[in-house]
């Protein structure tokens, strides 16, 4: 094989593993994190790191948006089809800078969303909120990503506002039962730690709030587009110790708003007048 071709070969394995790992979020990329957050490997230049990267400077369709009534759909009927409560493994993926959870044992997770049937792969946890609200933002936004029962590799991902509690609610489980492990993984970042997560709450929320939709994409490298978006538009209350352990753990791991879906890409927009040296 011309070693041109087996470069390109080399290339393409290790970005069809890179794409599973982001989604899946099993890999261990070590401390060598391949993307940021801020500086130097933040969301503008992640184009620049790859040249499997490129949507996320030029697609017209981006994750996150501010979700608005105008320009994303009201759906009706969406399920979480999911035991009240399960056996989850919780870890910190440093690829991502999350705290994911991937489901245990041999349960069924599986989400009815615009009519599709699709599984829960594993869940995370964005600090702040990635999505806002009619320009309102959130502390924390879960997102349950999923994967289609009918076309493999297609996604559709619900995210969930956490909202500091008011008056007298109680913090949401999803949040209180983690603090456990979260205290945990502050001080041992490679540890691996089962938790049983309740779901009673988020599948009622699930069923009772309002769900926007729109067509986006990953909002992380490689940006694919396509990925389905279900957005609630009721938050879980989060109490405030909850709060401070996620963030120590996770830090902040927010791209930043993309512009409405079809208009163009916000970083296509703002180098349209860029130059290598500015000065000539
Ligand atoms: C990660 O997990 C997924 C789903 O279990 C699997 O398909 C994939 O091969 C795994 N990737 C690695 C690098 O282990
Ligand atoms: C979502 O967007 C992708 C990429 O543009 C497109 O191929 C797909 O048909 C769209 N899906 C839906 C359900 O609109």
């Known amino acids: 094989m011309p070693i041109f071709l087996q470069k390109c070969l080399a290339l393409f394995t290790l970005f069809t593993l890179a794409l599973s790992e982001t989604i899946f979020g099993n890999g261990t990329f070590g401390t060598d994190l391949p993307y940021g957050y801020s500086g130097a490997t933040g969301p503008n230049v992640w184009h620049q790191m790859s040249p499997a990267w490129q949507a996320c400077a030029t697609s017209k369709q981006q994750s996150p948006i501010n979700i608005r009534a105008k320009t994303t759909v009201s759906v009706l009927g969406s399920r979480f089809l999911y035991p009240q409560t399960a056996l989850f493994e919780v870890f910190y993926d440093a690829y991502a800078l999350r705290v994911q959870l991937h489901p245990l044992g041999n349960q069924e997770f599986t989400a009815v969303l615009g009519g599709r049937r699709y599984k829960l792969v594993q869940f995370?946890?964005?600090?702040?909120?990635?999505?806002?609200?009619?320009?309102?933002?959130?502390?924390?936004?879960?997102?349950?990503?999923?994967?289609?029962?009918?076309?493999?590799?297609?996604?559709?991902?619900?995210?969930?506002?956490?909202?500091?509690?008011?008056?007298?609610?109680?913090?949401?489980?999803?949040?209180?039962?983690?603090?456990?492990?979260?205290?945990?993984?502050?001080?041992?970042?490679?540890?691996r730690l089962p938790a049983r997560v309740d779901f009673k709450n988020i599948i009622k929320n699930i069923e009772t709030s309002t769900i926007r939709y729109y067509n986006g994409s990953l909002p992380f490298p490689p940006c694919t587009e396509g990925v389905l978006w279900y957005v609630s538009e009721t938050p879980l209350p989060l109490g405030n110790e909850e709060f401070q352990s996620l963030k120590k753990v996770t830090k902040f791991n927010s791209r930043h708003i993309q512009n409405d879906i079809g208009q163009p890409n916000l970083l296509a927009l703002a180098c349209g007048e860029c130059r290598e040296d500015p000065l000539v």
């Open 124 to 191: 995370h946890f964005q600090l702040p909120g990635e999505h806002t609200l009619e320009e309102g933002y959130f502390p924390v936004e879960i997102h349950f990503v999923h994967e289609s029962l009918d076309v493999p590799g297609k996604l559709a991902v619900v995210g969930i506002f956490g909202d500091f509690l008011k008056g007298s609610e109680a913090p949401d489980p999803v949040f209180s039962t983690l603090k456990v492990q979260l205290d945990i993984l502050l001080k041992d970042k490679t540890a």
